[in-house]
């Protein structure tokens, strides 16, 4: 009991005020009741009275450590160690600690010095695990976690973490009681107030309530507010009137080559710089892509923060430049420094586009969504209003960046009938497609679909005397070939060729073609995709999937290695459900752009209902490839319907497992409604809002209007929409 040992300690520090076990005793119980200053002066002065107390040096260091005072608990770690060399524990904490100051080389040693010192040293193998995690090493995880846990059966975060590394590697030995366990660990944690082991970002893949993953998010928030609580800081004011432009300031670390700016590196140079003044904060240093420049060049001010690693100052330096609306792109993700948001430097806080959930935090007012994402019904999952914008919240810069995808033409030979040419086996595209038009035959073949309406569909096709040449630079891994001497590169080797189109940096300037056979994919095949991690499969989808390629003849699914170690589970599991192994075809992961440029080889995406492709979907959708989608209860389950309704392609959203798979199915089996959709998705590309940036721009522009209006006049946050009253 804490109070009974609590009053035991002062007791024995009334009789010797001096007494530095008790004062370290003490400083424990303090600790534990969450009195974290109060600890630390009991720590300092059990140190004063007995300075080689290695265990108060280490306990120290500890808490110095929850505070974010990196440097001086790695201070303190080390005197721990210097006066008791085989002090395991103080390794294994110090390892932590340079883990958070991005030392993984130096994080590793210390890991691996605990374990020699004391080779049953759960903790230590559970923390080295982390590091194998962290850097994609997902065997040897797994291992060490085994390992912690057989040293250690009650270890929570062990245990938890292992379950999300079998998560990545589609490993579901007792995945039903794996689950039970996982959700009433939580159910415990929350229970006795600890930190839950589940991260809030993986939380949507497992059974929880929703109440629970707020809850998680919740408690991640609170350490942020933890970490700024010592630094004293007064709360920021702020006037209700606006004197001139409304300040918007967008806070990331992934302005730079990451999938957060693929989507929105157009947004800032498009807002209308006579309403809005636009601030970019970068929480990560220059990677030196284009992605970061153009950012950097379009907002009216770019801030480097990642100079600025004290939360406090870079707080500060947000609250001077006037931000009236704050921008949060980062929630629980690599990289993330909330506690900037915690501060509280702007009188309006918004989650927006890189995290797909609830923060949790009561510092954030507003999440930026829209009515199919996060309908109000479910508004109770959420501890933010919520902002809906008027078609999607979701956004792409695929028209920006892949302009040559924008139109093809299909490669025919000119012996074969152009009957039921299909558009996307042999694929060619370029940003200019006319030095081919010019010297090669090109046939425009129009032909009438029955959908509600019968719809005119027109293929341009190249008519080639043979596609020998074609076939033959595949096969041998030429870079390219010529066709009536035009020359046309392998859509294989595009990283050989020009590396910043093959990263989106720039748009590709060569004629490309893509082919089902550069993948090993079957020409006559129905290819049904899907190009995310895999850690979004669960066995409920691939059971789906498995009926899916039962009830349609000659097709198969393509999957990434991603990571490569999942493909031998997957591919048991499907022989498990009675499929041939040829029906799963995986490919490598790819550049962005040959990533983007291949979804034009497959007929039909089947997307995750666990947890959608959020930009993979964008990026499928793109290259005229329907999504059938399957939405949820949680954010990261909906995105894709929320894409798909923007797009104008409801009926591919189901409401059912069993209308999931029906409509994957008559898409599979019915050649005119298959092309009827494609030929649908194609056009709605450019037509739908979906892929309209700047209409995207001044829909956030009505929603930072709206939240102002509120707060100028005083009023709380409530939810807002930018759709016009109709």
């Keep these: 009991d804490l109070a009974d040992a609590e009053e035991c300690y002062n007791t024995a520090l009334r009789l010797c005020p001096s007494h530095a076990d008790s004062l370290n005793n003490l400083a424990n119980i303090k600790r534990e009741q969450g009195y974290i200053e109060e600890a630390t002066r009991l720590y300092l002065k059990a140190l004063e009275v007995f300075p080689e107390f290695a265990a108060a040096h280490s306990n120290l260091a500890s808490v110095l450590q929850q505070q974010g005072k990196l440097n001086e608990a790695l201070m303190h770690y080390k005197e721990a160690i210097r006066i008791q060399p085989t002090f395991a524990d103080a390794y294994s904490n110090m390892g932590n600690t340079l883990k958070e100051m991005q030392d993984v080389a130096g994080a590793l040693q210390c890991y691996t010095r605990a374990i020699q010192i004391n080779p049953a040293f759960a903790d230590a193998h559970s923390n080295l695990a982390s590091i194998h995690k962290d850097s994609g090493n997902i065997p040897e995880a797994i291992q060490s976690y085994r390992t912690a846990l057989k040293l250690k059966p009650d270890f929570p975060d062990a ?106 590196q157009s947004v800032p140079g498009l807002h209308d710089r006579s309403q809005v003044e636009i601030f970019c904060y970068a929480l990560s240093p220059d990677d030196g892509t284009t992605f970061r420049s153009k950012i950097a060049r379009e907002a009216e001010h770019f801030i480097d923060l990642s100079q600025i690693s004290c939360n406090g100052k870079a707080a500060d330096r947000i609250y001077a430049d006037g931000i009236h609306v704050l921008v949060n792109m980062n929630g629980y993700t690599k990289g993330a420094r909330n506690e900037i948001f915690a501060l509280r430097p702007a ?51 695929h028209r920006q960046m892949f302009p040559h995808l924008k139109e093809r033409l299909i490669v025919s030979d000119r012996n074969s009938s152009n009957a039921n040419l299909p558009d996307n086996v042999a694929v060619i595209n370029a940003t200019d497609l006319s030095p081919l038009v010019e010297n090669t035959e090109v046939k425009e073949i129009k032909e009438v679909v029955q959908m509600t309406k019968p719809v005119e569909i027109s293929l341009k096709v190249a008519e080639l005397p043979t596609t020998t040449p074609i076939e033959t630079m595949i096969a041998s891994g030429q870079v390219q070939t010529s066709l009536n ?231 709380k946050p409530d939810h807002v929409t930018a759709l016009s009253e109709k």
């Design 347 to 397: 009188p309006i806080q918004v989650m927006w586009l890189g995290y797909p959930g609830t923060s949790g935090a009561s510092f954030m007012d507003y999440l930026i969504t829209d009515c199919v994402t996060s309908p109000m019904e479910l508004q109770s999952q959420y501890s933010e209003k919520l902002a809906y914008m008027p078609h999607t919240y979701f956004v792409g810069d």
């Design 159 to 264: 245990y938890c973490n292992l379950a999300h590394c079998l998560q990545i590697v589609c490993d579901w030995t007792d995945y039903e009681s794996r689950m039970k366990k996982l959700v009433s660990i939580v159910a415990d944690q929350l229970d006795k107030n600890r930190l839950p082991s589940v991260h809030p970002h993986h939380s949507m893949l497992y059974p929880l309530s929703h109440e629970f993953r707020k809850a998680i998010a919740a408690r991640h928030a609170n350490l942020c507010l933890e970490k700024i609580h010592v630094l004293h800081k007064h709360p920021f004011k702020f006037s209700l009137e606006l004197k001139g432009r409304l300040k918007v300031g967008y806070v990331s670390s992934d302005f730079g080559n990451h999938p957060t700016s693929h989507l929105m």
């Design 485 to 715: 001497g035009v020359v046309v590169q392998n859509g294989l080797a595009t990283t050989q060729t020009n590396n910043k189109a093959a990263t989106g940096e720039e748009v590709p300037q060569n004629i490309v073609i893509t082919t089902r056979q550069q993948y090993g994919l079957p020409e006559d095949a129905i290819v049904y995709c899907n190009f995310n991690q895999l850690y979004k499969i669960d066995p409920v989808t691939l059971h789906m999937w498995a009926n899916i390629l039962k009830s349609v003849p000659n097709a198969v699914i393509w999957l990434l290695r991603f990571p490569a170690v999942g493909e031998p589970n997957l591919q048991a599991a499907v022989q498990q459900l009675g499929l041939s192994p040829g029906k799963i075809i995986f490919s490598n992961v790819a550049a962005k752009e040959e990533h983007v440029r291949r979804g034009q080889l497959a007929d039909v995406c089947l997307d995750t209902p666990l947890c959608n492709g959020h930009t993979t979907s964008m990026d499928v959708l793109w290259t005229g490839t329907p999504v059938v989608t399957l939405p949820g209860e949680t954010l990261a389950s909906r995105v894709a319907a929320s894409q798909l309704t923007a797009l104008g392609c409801p009926e591919l959203i189901a409401r059912s497992r069993q209308e999931y798979q029906d409509i994957a199915i008559k898409l599979g089996t019915d050649r005119e409604y298959l092309k009827a959709m494609r030929h649908k998705v194609w056009a709605a590309r450019t037509t739908s809002p979906l892929f309209d940036c700047k209409q995207y721009a001044q829909g956030l522009e009505m929603l930072y209007a709206r939240m102002w209006d509120r707060h100028g006049m005083g009023l």
